[in-house]
């Protein structure tokens, strides 16, 4: 079994997530999908309630487990990390699409386990 994490802060990063585990996944396996949305202090209340619902439609075969936190976008998913001990975690590129983001950075230099890093979709 391997669990995943997808941490987001967007549907645009679970639409593209849930692109990347769509050939991964084994419809009948017991691979675990853990969907972390987090909501930013500078963002519209609703994208990580609107993120979490894309994943359960993109991913409704799989029943993604989700959750949504509020904060700091890096600590909030650092803890997501601890919580849920995850073996892959996915994280949306973030920046201006050439290079990664500052969350994404922060995340793959802290987490000590696999990371992919999925281009906007």
Do not use: C, K, W
């Amino acid at each position: 079994m391997t669990t995943f994490l997808l941490a987001t802060t967007s549907v645009h990063v679970t639409a593209a997530a849930a692109d990347y585990l769509q050939d991964r996944l084994d419809p009948g396996g017991d691979d675990r999908v853990v969907v972390v949305a987090v909501s930013e202090p500078d963002a519209p209340a609703r994208d990580a309630g609107d993120a979490v619902n894309v994943a359960r439609s993109r991913l409704a075969e799989f029943v993604p487990t989700t959750e949504t936190r509020a904060g700091d976008p890096v600590e909030e998913l650092l803890a997501a990390v601890d919580d849920h001990d995850p073996d892959e975690v996915l994280l949306g590129a973030g920046g201006d699409g050439d290079e990664i983001g500052e969350t994404a950075s922060a995340l793959v230099a802290r987490i000590g386990r696999p990371a992919v890093v999925v281009p906007p979709a």
